[in-house]
Every structure is written in C-alpha cells, then in structure tokens.
C-alpha cells in the first residue's frame, strides 16, 4: 500500500497545494473526514471549516470555506470557495468582517440575505480560530 496520495487544494483566486501527503484531515457536511492513502471513492460537499493535512511528517493548516471534494485511492481534489494559511489570514479584516455580519444579523433580513449574513459570519469566525489557533 502507497504511504502518500496525490493531493491537489484549489481555491477560487489560485492553486492553494499540490503534492503528495500522507494524511488528510477535513470538516465534511457530517463531520470529520479522515484520508489515507487508498481511501474509498468519495464525493461530498465541505461546510467552512478548518483543513490540516500532513506532508513530510508534520501538520500543515489552513481555514477553508464552503467547496468540494473528490477522493480516490490515489489522488484527492478540494475545490473551494477560499484557503488560507494561518499567517495569510488578515486578524484585523477579519474582527472587521465579523463585526458587519454580526450588526446586520441584528437587522431586519429576507431568508436569503439572512443565510448570506449567517455564512459571512461563519467565514469570518472560522478565519480567527485557525488564526490564533495555529499562527504564532
């Protein structure tokens, strides 16, 4: 059995990795996702959350929002809407970003500019976390 697989991270704005890795970590619309190499043929949608993957031996990080991914035994793709790695992330346009979406929250919305409001909120918080968590 293959000790890596083929990973390729495609954001909207550029090729974010690719490479081999050894391990896969992603968030998935019903939870965590583990990938090795040799894992099922998979398909599914990604919520914004938080990837790590493992190249070399050591943890990488980044936030990641909403996208998809394709598994195969060899090779995994992400397409997604944004990545970033935690020292790319802007803290200050962040705490910015957060702080809009949680005032219009407080404001009189339609459903759709209510899901819209929830999913920027969501990105800008995701953002933070995976900036303190792992940027030093």
Not at 68 to 84: G, H, N, R, T, W
Not at 131 to 136: A, E, L, N, R, T
Request: net charge negative.
């Amino acid at each position: 059995m293959a000790k890596t697989f083929y990973l390729e991270i495609i954001a909207t704005d550029r090729v974010f990795f690719k490479g081999d890795t050894e391990h896969l970590v992603i968030t998935a619309v019903d939870g965590l996702l583990g990938i090795l190499p040799g894992h099922e043929p998979l398909v599914t949608s990604l919520p914004t959350g938080e990837l790590k993957y493992m190249v070399n031996g050591k943890w990488r990080y980044a936030a990641i929002s909403e996208g998809f991914i394709q598994i195969m035994p060899d090779k995994a793709v992400i397409l997604a809407d944004s990545c970033e790695l935690p020292e790319e992330i802007d803290i200050k346009r962040a705490e910015e970003a957060r702080e809009r979406a949680e005032e219009q929250m407080r404001q009189k919305q339609s459903i759709r500019e209510y899901y819209e409001t929830q999913a920027a909120l969501n990105r800008a918080i995701n953002r933070l976390k995976i900036s303190q968590k792992h940027f030093k």
